[in-house]
């Protein structure tokens, strides 16, 4: 008897199963955790600020912020297609499991970039948006594009970007830089190689298979434990110039002397220990996105009561609930930053 071979079609899904599916893609090449975190320091830049705009306008504002920082994770995933699907953490992207193609992906990234970047000029200020505009261009550009491939300082250099967002608050608050948001930058700087290079300690195969020169791959573990040592005491400095620059107070000052102690003591547990202990450098990982957290929440509540004892009442600025919303909701979309790089 012959057996006939019948062909079998793919199941599909009902149109709605599909959108929601396609937009879930979409969300993910975001990067929203990524995304949630620099609208977060962005947000702290703008409160800090001694204007704010309107809250609606402060709304609109915050939204543009988070389209753009959306574009940079939606134009990085696009270039990094080819290594994203060699590695394993990030094979699962939607490029790489092909339910979104690169070109649908490039197109997606410049118009939400260029809408990010409009709507920002309108609602606040050229220079606010040509910031936003050349972070996402050295992102893409200078990070992604040039230095993630060619060097081991990639993530020092590189990680200007990521540390733009509260100087991109604060010029839209206030249509010019100051001190206070160079102080922003800096800390975000400063702490973007320890908490990156203990997430690559783990994962140096990953990257060296991939063809990333990441310093634990290029310079092994002992070299980056120390560079991580040494960036990680110039960071505790930094975290100290808000309240130095007067414009954060007495509840900052408390979590940066304990959390500056606690990240410096994780950073030299990491450097003594051995290399088949992966926990140390997790730890330290895990702690540096809570040490971000609770720095800028520190400072969105010190500048709140700042705020508020320098305004009449009848005009103060945001009242306490809705800066308690704003903490919470931060607080649920920053921890866990694993897909950053």
């Known amino acids: 008897m012959k057996a006939t071979a019948i062909p079998l079609s793919r199941p ?28 977060f320091t962005a947000l702290v830049g703008l409160m ?34 080819d290594i994203d699907t060699v590695m394993t953490r990030t094979a699962m992207r939607p490029i790489p499991r092909g339910t979104i193609s690169r070109f649908a992906a490039l197109v997606f990234g410049l118009a939400l970039g260029g809408f990010a970047a409009v709507v920002l000029a309108l609602v606040t200020n ?31 250099i590189g990680g200007a ?24 930058f800096l800390i975000i700087f400063l702490w973007t190689p320890p908490h990156f290079w203990a997430l690559a300690l783990n994962r140096a195969d990953d990257y060296a298979r991939a063809g990333v ?62 290399g088949a202990d992966r926990r140390a450098a ?3 990982f895990l702690f540096s996105v809570a040490y971000l957290f609770l720095l800028f929440a520190a400072l969105l509540i010190d500048s709140g009561a700042i705020s508020s004892r320098d305004t009449p009442p009848a005009v103060k600025l945001a009242p306490a609930a ?14 866990a930053t694993a897909d950053e790089v």
């Open 48 to 81: 800090s600020a001694p204007s704010h705009p309107a809250p609606l306008l402060a709304s609109v504002t915050m939204l543009a912020i988070a389209a753009g920082a959306g574009a940079a994770g939606v134009l990085n995933m696009w270039y990094d297609a």
């Open 213 to 274: 020169p990441m310093l634990p791959v290029v310079a092994g573990r002992a070299a980056t434990t120390r560079q991580i040592v040494i960036y990680s005491g110039l960071m505790v400095l930094a975290s100290g110039l808000p309240w130095l620059l007067g414009f954060a107070g007495t509840i900052y000052s408390v979590i940066v002397a304990i959390s500056g102690a606690a990240f410096l003591l994780l950073a030299l547990q990491l450097n003594r220990s051995i």
């Open 322 to 335: 809705s800066l308690s919303r704003d903490l919470r909701t931060a607080h649920n979309f920053t921890i």
């Open 282 to 284: 997790q730890r330290l």
């Open 161 to 184: 970007a990521g540390a733009l967002p509260p100087v991109i608050g604060w010029i839209a608050a206030t249509g010019e830089i100051g001190l206070e948001p160079l102080a922003l």
């Open 126 to 156: 050229l220079t606010a948006a040509a910031l936003l505009a050349c972070t996402i261009l050295f992102y893409i550009v200078v990070y992604t594009a040039w230095l993630k491939r060619a060097t081991p300082q990639n993530i020092v």
């Open 12 to 39: 599909q899904l009902p149109p709605r199963s599909r959108l929601v599916a396609h937009l879930s893609d979409l969300a993910a090449l975001m990067k929203p955790r990524v995304m949630a975190l620099a609208v």
